[in-house]
């Protein structure tokens, strides 16, 4: 499980490994908060050079994990709460501290989701709030985080394996559902490597997101779909559904579904006001 954590609202990709219990940072992220470093490779060619101990154990203390980026799934050098400390004390900066602190947090919080998931819900409605979105938007949001994790494990039942299957999979679903793939939808929105689509999407986006993935869901149990192949045949039917549903929807109300907005600049919930009024005025 790939996730991101934040850290003075910076945010440092992650991953948890099960068999350990525990998570693994990007150590590029991890680095990048702390100095500020323009190039951030380069500082740490210069860190393992500098501290000789630490370059003689890298090799122990980082691990080369796969981990979602622009271009599809990459292997970046990670390491655990752990290594990271062991890092951290080659880099002078006043932020280590509470670096440190934030990682004890981060560890211990994993821990009381896996015995109560309910906590991993609850913490991820915080950061949505707190990064400026509405309730409303929330609530779908957490549903489609839903959805997608049903959809995502039928596939693990169904002999997907792959991270590249996974990527084909969405990215015939949402060319089905929006007549783009999510990195043609990205730029469409004008989205950056590491921004989320998702993120960046208005309800009905969402809306029709989820019923693409809900009914490829349906179709691929039902057929009992194996492989790649039979479930890309499903991956297609259930988005055509919801692009059906989406192309009907945009008929009768005049109004496209895919927007250009994003919410970078304007948070959600600003934005939102803001849709708000400006269709009052327009009616006025």
């Known amino acids: 499980m790939s996730n991101i954590k934040l850290f003075e609202n910076k945010k440092v990709r992650s991953v948890w490994n099960e068999e350990k219990k525990r998570w693994f940072f990007v150590v590029a992220d991890v680095v990048q908060i702390l100095t500020e470093s323009v190039n951030v490779t380069d500082y740490i060619k210069k860190l393992r050079i500098r501290d000789g101990e630490l370059g003689k154990g890298w090799g122990q203390i980082v691990t080369p994990l796969l981990i979602p980026t622009e271009g599809g799934p990459q292997r970046l050098n990670c390491a655990d709460a752990e290594g990271i400390l062991r890092i951290i004390q080659s880099i ?32 991820m409605r915080e950061i949505y709030k707190a990064k400026g979105y509405s309730d409303q938007w929330i609530e779908k949001r957490m549903r489609g985080i839903a959805v997608r ?18 990527a084909i999979l969405t990215a015939d679903i949402s060319k089905a559902t929006f007549g ?48 790649l192949k039979e479930n890309r045949k499903a991956a297609k039917q259930g988005g055509k559904i919801a692009g059906n549903a989406r192309k009907e929807l945009e008929m009768k109300s005049g109004k496209k579904v895919s927007t250009k907005t994003n919410y970078k600049e304007l948070p959600e919930a600003e934005e939102r006001k803001k849709a708000i009024t400006d269709e009052s005025e327009a009616k006025e």
């Open 92 to 123: 002078p900066s006043p932020k280590a501290e509470p670096f440190k602190r934030w990682l004890a947090k981060v560890g211990y919080e994993r821990l009381e989701e896996i015995e109560n998931p309910e906590l991993a819900a609850g913490r």
């Open 149 to 166: 994790d049903e959809l995502t494990n039928e596939w693990k039942q169904r002999g997907i394996k792959e991270q590249v299957e996974y």
């Open 180 to 227: 783009m793939t999510p990195s043609e939808y990205k730029d469409f929105k004008e989205l950056g490597g590491p921004d989320n689509l998702r993120d960046h999407m208005n309800d009905l986006e969402l809306i029709f997101t989820m019923l693409g993935e809900a009914s490829t869901t349906e179709i691929a149990r039902n057929r009992d779909a194996k492989g």
